[in-house]
T-cell receptor
Framework: DGGITQSPKYLFRKEGQNVTLSCEQN?????MYWYRQDPGQGLRLIYY???????QKGDIAEGYSVSREKKESFPLTVTSAQKNPTAFYLC?????????????FGPGTRLLVL | GDSVTQMEGPVTLSEEAFLTINCTYT??????LFWYVQYPGEGLQLLLK?????DKGSNKGFEATYRKETTSFHLEKGSVQVSDSAVYFC????????????FGKGTMLLVSP
């Protein structure tokens, strides 16, 4: 089955620790995205990548980093510089094709600070 | 900048009631419009979309019409079920080459038997 997988489902971070969230897709999509969701809020864009080895900052990139070494993978690192990391993190990938472009989402990772 | 405004929730309905969730937008250019649904603890699922004015998106009994004159994309369903209880997000994408989504804050729907 084609889709987007995120792991782990829950992740705990200690103060001062960097953690990495995994996102893998087998949909052959070029573009991938990371969003953060806080309670009662919409989704906010952290980073996105249109193609391998290229990525751009979104609206709230401070304290986060990404890499895109393979088309299928777009891991997100939450660094110790992110002072309020507790949130639900969603990865997405996008079909291409002009007006038919659509983003599809993974199941999410919930990050909690110990 | 681009923005999406949704009615605040929660919206509470009895089973078989009629549903409307309002969504209005501001955007430069000609956006595509989307409704996503999120069930508790899960990611977002695409519910329906429309890519140009007067298009109607529909899926699973839900529908929404792209109204350029009122910059709206209201979600409707004629008869809701308990299983429709979820958070619904309206979003837009301006086809400017990198196609990021701008989301509303979401509207929680609670349907009781």
């Amino acid at each position: 089955d084609g889709g987007i997988t995120q792991s782990p489902k829950y992740l705990f971070r200690k103060e001062g620790q960097n953690v990495t969230l995994s996102c893998e897709q087998n949909l052959n999509h070029d573009a991938m995205y990371w969003y953060r969701q806080d309670p009662g809020q919409g989704l906010r864009l952290i980073y996105y990548s249109q193609i391998v080895n290229d990525f751009q900052k979104g609206d709230i990139a401070e304290g986060y980093s990404v890499s895109r070494e393979k088309k299928e993978s777009f891991p997100l690192t939450v660094t110790s510089a992110q002072k309020n990391p507790t949130a639900f993190y969603l990865c997405a990938s996008r079909t291409s094709g002009g007006a038919q472009e659509t983003q599809y989402f993974g199941p999410g990772t919930r990050l909690l600070v110990l | 900048g681009d923005s999406v405004t949704q009615m605040e929730g929660p919206v509470t309905l009895s089973e078989e009631a009629f549903l409307t969730i309002n969504c209005t937008y501001t955007a430069t250019g000609y956006p595509s419009l989307f409704w996503y649904v999120q069930y508790p603890g899960e990611g977002l699922q695409l519910l329906l979309k429309a890519t140009k004015a007067d298009d109607k998106g529909s899926n699973k009994g839900f529908e929404a019409t792209y109204r350029k004159e009122t910059t709206s994309f209201h979600l409707e369903k004629g008869s809701v079920q308990v299983s429709d209880s979820a958070v619904y997000f309206c979003a837009l994408s301006v086809n400017s080459g990198y196609s990021t989504l701008t989301f509303g804050k979401g509207t929680m729907l609670l349907v009781s038997p």
